[in-house]
């Protein structure tokens, strides 16, 4: 397994492994397999033909599929125009409304009493459940509400919400209308939601007074007030009222429920290309600046109502599924708005954290819902583990068929406390390699069809083609590791970074000309499964949410007493990766440190200040305090380096170090300090 470990992977110094010689190792030992069940296998909506056809014919296996499964105003005529690539056009000449595919073709087709969602507030039993005919009640509405406040189609419009069924109801009336959503995680702060708004030129923002979080209203407002002052292309601000606590007013103001109850009931949906943009969505790259990556419509619905269909086993008419990302990241969109309601699905959508008011609400709410499709990140399952089996185990979790996993790797030990604890040691896990950019699953077994290995993602999902492939891009043999590619145009590929073609082309396709690459190193088993071993560029993966340390490092070295930072993601049992923060300090605030008990408060004062910068969820776990920072005499920082202080391991090779006493400067300072 040389081969990985003396790669020069991209965008990093030399020398620098993608992955550590022990987790290959650790992964080359595990050989468990699953194979499908029959009874599973019997009803299961994926098969092995579909790839057979696939294969045989890439465009005619999509076309298939978009007539199918999607419902087209007017039929697409060319399947796939590649001709300006790395720009795709998927269905080239088709309309279709991505709102109308999602709710109202299930209520003509006499499903209107059908429930869509299950709302689980987090306060308990603040539940409602909401069928079809409800939900489309509700998006014509506030689709007509949107109209009313000026914005047409083509119109891009920001979206902070809770999970509460407004953000469906919010993203659904955009799509009607055709006015491309941009939705920012509520955990983002108002500066990183004024940067999200100006770069996407949002005429309006639709948010909530606050949502509950830990057992208390969290206020959202504020926050989006700080954001739209002063030169802001924000015209006006809807206001959902979820929590009832006290809000500032100003003109730009309208409660969401005075503007739907204002509005006509009835919006029909705008028949768009099949190219029309659907949404932005940003997203940490390996600079500063986030990229608002953009999807459009056919080819993003199609693969999202595929893959939850074939992976997911969504059987609409019997299963209840429920995926507990949030709305706000690219998994809420393809898998809780976008895919199962294509499909026509039921689901759990629930606002809260899976410990509040206990540690085992997320487990109650599925008894309680005979939830039967379960799709979550592996840093919740380690978590849940953490708390032990015990917790589970109090509850009916008979319901459950289908487990999937998303996010980052999947290590087989949670793996297999996943199937045995949560799916009773019979129902199959897919875990599902993807990423904003691919807009759906790229690679993931197929249940009911492929076997089972704890720990790998497995195989490209029929229609899709990825490799692992060398520095050279040649497509590795089985038992080797690489970089993890792309080698074919997809339906839900990105159409690009919003307003910069260029730095769409230098980040994903100039890698490797013509192929697209998006930073994550991998490996193929003797079977020709794919291990995804995790990225090899600047971006982060703490449980699950994408961190680019540039910005972090950007964010700390804003602040008045940081004179340079760096920033890695140091291995962390519950979370995948951690932050862990080195800065230098200048000169003034050097003595402040020095001084009993300022370094704490110094440390706090850091933290909050990444929080207030990009948002809570990027606060360093640990702010380290050094003199000097490890240095390529080219003058690149060498965070391998620091990633094994923050580790606590042996410092590894210094020798391309442009002073190779740093690392002992920095190793004796922070002993010192213990
Ligand atoms: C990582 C989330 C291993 C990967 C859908 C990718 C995974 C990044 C998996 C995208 C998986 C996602 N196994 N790693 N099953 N799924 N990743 O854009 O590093 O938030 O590049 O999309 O998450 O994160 P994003």
Redesign the pocket.
């Known amino acids: 397994m040389g081969a990985i470990g003396t790669l020069s992977p991209y965008a990093r110094p030399k020398g620098e492994a993608i992955v550590s010689e022990e987790t290959l190792s650790n992964l080359l030992h595990e050989d468990r397999s699953f194979p499908p069940d029959p009874a599973f296998a019997a009803q299961a909506n994926g098969t092995a033909d579909l790839y057979e056809q696939a294969d045989a014919d890439r465009d005619g296996f999509w076309a298939q599929q978009a007539r199918t499964r999607l419902t087209w105003s007017k039929d697409f005529g060319q399947v796939l125009d590649w001709s300006e690539a790395p720009v795709a056009k998927w269905f080239v000449g088709g309309e279709l409304n991505a709102a109308y595919n999602c709710v109202d073709r299930h209520v003509e087709a006499g499903n209107g009493d059908r429930v869509a969602l299950h709302f689980v507030g987090e306060p308990q039993d603040d539940t409602r459940s909401i069928t079809y005919a409800e939900l489309l009640a509700d998006v014509q509405k506030a689709a007509n509400a949107l109209k009313d406040l000026g914005v047409q189609t083509g119109d891009r419009v920001a979206v902070y919400l809770p999970m509460i069924p407004e953000a469906v109801v919010a993203l659904l009336a955009c799509a009607r209308i055709g006015a491309p959503h941009s939705v920012v995680f509520g955990g983002f702060s108002s500066d990183a939601l004024r940067s999200r708004i100006s770069d996407a030129d949002a005429k309006v923002v639709i948010t909530a007074d606050g949502g509950y979080r830990r057992g208390k209203p969290s206020a959202l407002k504020p926050a989006v007030d700080e954001a739209v002052t002063g030169d802001s292309p924000v015209e006006h601000v809807l206001v959902v009222r979820r929590t009832g606590q006290d809000v500032a007013w100003t003109d730009k103001d309208i409660w969401w429920h005075d503007a739907l109850e204002a509005a006509d009931p009835e919006c029909a949906p705008v028949p768009v290309d099949s190219e029309h943009p659907l949404f932005l969505l940003y997203?940490s790259g390996t600079t500063g600046k986030p990229k608002g990556i953009l999807h459009t419509t056919g080819g993003y619905l199609l693969q999202a109502a595929y893959t939850n269909s074939v992976v997911h086993d969504v059987h609409p008419e019997t299963d209840v599924y429920w995926c507990t990302a949030d709305v706000g990241?690219?998994?809420g969109h393809?898998y809780i708005v976008y895919g199962p309601l294509a499909n026509g699905a039921t689901q759990v959508l629930y606002e809260g954290t899976p410990d509040t008011p206990h540690k085992g609400r997320w487990w109650e709410i599925i008894e309680q819902f005979k939830v039967s499709i379960f799709y979550t990140a592996?840093t919740a399952i380690r978590t849940c583990m953490k708390w032990g089996k015990e917790i589970p185990e109090k509850f009916d979790l008979s319901s459950i068929r289908v487990l999937g996993?998303?996010?980052?790797?999947?290590n087989p030990e949670a793996w297999i406390w996943y199937h045995d604890v949560i799916g009773a040691g019979k129902a199959p896990i897919v875990?599902?390699?993807?990423?904003?950019?691919?807009g759906a699953i790229m690679?993931?077994a197929l249940p009911g069809v492929t076997s089972l290995r704890p720990g790998s993602?497995q195989i490209a999902v029929p229609g899709i083609s990825v490799d692992v492939v060398d520095d050279a891009g040649n497509s590795v043999p089985n038992g080797s590791g690489g970089y993890l590619i792309v080698d074919k145009p997809w339906p839900a590929m990105l159409r690009g970074v919003w307003g910069d073609l260029q730095r769409f082309k230098d980040t994903y396709w100039a890698r490797f000309p013509g192929i697209y690459f998006?930073?994550?190193g991998a490996k193929k088993d003797e079977d020709g499964n794919i291990w995804?071993?995790?990225?090899v560029d600047d971006?982060m993966?703490v449980s699950?949410?994408?961190l680019s340390t540039t910005e972090i490092e950007s964010a700390l070295v804003s602040h008045p007493k940081v004179a340079e930072a760096a920033v890695v993601g140091a291995t962390d049992d519950t979370t995948g990766q951690a932050v862990c923060a080195f800065v230098i300090l200048r000169g003034d605030a050097v003595q402040e440190a020095d001084e009993p008990g300022e370094g704490g408060d110094l440390v706090t004062e850091l933290r909050n200040h990444v929080a207030k910068e990009i948002g809570p969820i990027a606060k360093p776990r640990q702010i380290m305090v050094v003199a000097e920072l490890p240095k390529t005499r080219s003058g690149k920082i060498m965070r391998r380096l620091l990633r094994d202080v923050a580790e606590n391991r042996e410092v590894g090779d210094v020798t391309t170090l442009a002073d190779s006493s740093v690392m002992d400067l920095i190793k004796s300072g922070l002993s010192g300090k213990d």
């Open positions: 997203t990241w690219v998994t393809s592996p996993s998303v996010g980052e790797p999947i875990d599902t390699w993807w990423q904003t950019e691919t690679i993931s993602a998006a930073g994550d995804v071993l995790g990225r971006v993966n699950g949410h994408r």
